[in-house]
């Protein structure tokens, strides 16, 4: 099956586009107990993302990087420490923050509609709701595939149904935790760039877990550096540039060697 | 023609599903086997008479007839034409048979009466006996579907429960490993002590058998979808009960199929041996009543559509869960 067409960002759909929230994670630390033995993975993480910023956060694999997400969506307590997003405390799940998973974890039992309206359905607001359902798949460029089943989908065509289904909730914080890890690299180049104009027409705050620096520069504003587990802030970088950016622009590829450096890579 | 072609059609031959000059050969040879059978079924006398004899061979020989018709205008049936012809060498074996059968029992008696029937025999059991055996067929169709639909029904509800909720899986497991394994016969003394009338008996026989099979299958399934569909759920704001309907019972599906079609098999085990025990009508209280007198035509007879209507409802729930699990890889 071929990539779907480029996506159509001035498309009236303006009802999805609720703007962002703020996200204030004060010394959290975190704790796994793996067959009696206690496995530290956060130890006094400390940061705040503005309403409709978009941070990147970059780190070793196994440092604690999903499980820092994981809190922050609310599918787990932290062992010590505070989360609050939009000025409240995170103690469970809500569609206003939704996360994203490196797997499309699409229902495969249901619909490509089906897996977008779960959300709406589930919160009881289908009936008055359910035009956003046809405008989320137009909005990932999917708008002819809403009848098929998951198995039918390409990896990349699954990870945008994967987007459509969080967008239709109109989340104000989006948490991606390395959205674009097992696709290949030209339709991983494609998603960036759709990322990039979802996020500035819908307004909402991104933290992006991705172990591609190149990936966090070309998205984001900010990058947050953590340390081998467990994890800790080890560094933070601001690159407030324009898009869309390019990968082989001088000042990218400065911030790039001193992201690596702090990462530990001497180049 | 090139030569490759050529080679090819020459294969054709060899091969029994094809035709040769227009012909279906296979269809030719059923017309001769089925005749064969029509001729010696009349032609020959009974050792000793089992009736409907002319009945028989006027069927088979229709059905050569029918046959040597399809030899010539098989191939503009389009798919009908096609299952036809693969099963083409199925229907010359049929034909075979039935001629050696005819000749085994009725023409020379080398199977003797009453414990082995000619074909014509069980036909006539069919003639003779047939409101009797549609009203043995009702009987069994209703204790079967009351006692599997509420069987699986229950069955289903509780592995939902065992595989959903920790108290239900902690009580409740152990008890279905224990008695889970126990065949459904073995209550069979004391349901019938317990339920006033046989019909109740049978029925929670029956109800027993499939529903254990349902129950395991279910709860194993449901015990086993993966936590990332939970997340998932959670984080679109769902609650428990629409998990639940939404995420675990739709993944527990395709196992909830294989315990289903455990439970058919051994639905039709007990059903028999239920019916053998006090009830008025049924195909297995028919068996063991011709059996006590050596209608073992009889028998046959009722074996015949016990088949039918098994592998029937079999087939029913392939259809089902095809149409159910269309969503699987593989299935589309
Ligand atoms: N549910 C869990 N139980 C026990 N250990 C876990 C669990 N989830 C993650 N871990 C451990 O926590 C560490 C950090 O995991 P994770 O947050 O997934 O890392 P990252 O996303 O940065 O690669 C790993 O060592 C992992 O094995
Ligand atoms: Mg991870």
Not at chain 1, 39 to 46: M, T
Not at chain 1, 221 to 240: G, H, K, M, Q
Not at chain 2, 188 to 195: G, L, M, N, R, S
Request: net charge positive; glycine share 10%; with cysteine.
């Amino acid at each position: 099956m071929a990539e779907a067409a480029p996506l159509p960002l001035a498309a009236d759909t303006d009802s999805l586009a609720g703007g962002g929230t703020a996200v204030d994670v004060r010394a959290v630390s975190h704790q796994f107990r793996l067959s009696g033995a206690r496995l530290p993975v956060l130890d006094g993480i400390e940061f705040s993302a503005e309403p409709g910023e978009f941070v990147a956060l970059l780190g070793p694999s196994g440092c604690g990087k999903s499980t820092l997400l994981r809190l922050i969506a609310g599918l787990e307590r932290p062992t010590a420490g505070e989360i609050a997003v939009g000025g409240r405390p995170v103690d469970r799940p809500d569609p206003s923050r939704i996360l994203v998973f490196q797997d499309p974890t699409l229902f495969p039992w249901a619909s490509v509609r089906q897996n977008v309206t779960t959300g709406l359905e589930a919160r009881g607001v289908l009936k008055q709701e359910r035009g956003r359902v046809g405008e989320a798949l137009a909005l990932v460029g999917l708008a002819g595939f809403a009848d098929a089943y998951p198995h039918q989908l390409s990896g990349g065509m699954a990870q945008r149904v994967a987007l459509a289904r969080a967008l239709v909730n109109d989340p104000a914080l989006l948490l991606l935790d390395e959205p674009l890890g097992k696709l290949d690299s030209l339709t991983r180049l494609t998603l960036q760039t759709e990322l990039v104009g979802l996020w500035q027409r819908n307004g909402f705050t991104a933290l992006l877990v991705t172990h591609d620096v190149e990936e966090a520069l070309l998205l984001a504003s900010r990058i947050v550096v953590f340390s081998d587990r467990p994890a800790r802030i080890n560094a933070e970088f601001r690159f407030d540039k324009p898009y869309p950016r390019h990968r082989d622009a001088p000042d990218l590829v400065a911030m790039r060697r001193r992201i690596l450096g702090a990462l530990g890579f001497a180049t | 023609m090139t030569d490759a072609a050529q080679t090819f059609d020459d294969l054709a031959i060899a091969d029994p599903t094809s035709t040769f000059g227009g012909i279906w050969r296979s269809g030719v040879l059923a017309a001769l086997s089925w005749a064969a059978a029509a001729l010696i079924t009349v032609g020959l006398p009974d050792v000793v008479p089992w009736g409907s004899a002319k009945l028989f061979a006027g069927l088979t020989a229709g059905a050569a007839a029918v046959f040597l018709v399809l030899s010539f205008v098989v191939q503009r049936l389009g798919r009908a034409g096609e299952v036809l012809r693969h099963y083409g060498p199925w229907f010359v074996a049929v034909g075979v048979w039935l001629a050696l059968w005819e000749l085994a029992t009725a023409k020379f008696g080398w199977l003797p009466k009453p414990f082995f029937s000619p074909p014509h025999g069980i036909l006539n059991v069919y003639v003779t006996d047939g409101p009797r055996l549609l009203l043995c067929i009702v009987y069994t169709l209703r204790l079967w579907s009351l006692g599997f639909l509420s069987g699986i029904v229950v069955g289903y509800g509780a592995g939902v429960a065992l595989g959903w909720s920790k108290p239900f899986a902690y009580w409740g497991m152990p008890l279905l490993k224990l008695i889970g394994p126990v065949p459904a016969t073995a209550w069979i003394p004391v349901t019938f002590y317990f339920f006033p009338t046989t019909f109740g008996a049978s029925i929670f026989i029956v109800a027993l058998a499939s529903g254990i099979p349902v129950a395991i299958l279910t709860a194993s399934g449901v015990g086993s979808v993966s936590r990332a569909y939970y997340d998932v759920g959670r984080i679109l704001g769902a609650r428990s009960w629409y998990l639940i309907r939404r995420v675990a019972i739709p993944a527990a599906m395709p196992h909830v199929f294989v315990g289903l079609f455990m439970a058919l098999y051994y639905s039709f085990a007990v059903l028999v041996v239920a019916e053998m025990l006090g009830a008025k009508y049924g195909l297995g209280w028919y068996i063991q009543f011709q059996t006590a007198y050596s209608g073992y035509a009889n028998v046959y007879a009722a074996i015949i559509i016990m088949a039918v209507l098994c592998a029937g409802i079999v087939r029913l729930l392939f259809v089902v869960r095809d149409r159910l699990l269309r969503w699987q890889e593989g299935f589309i």
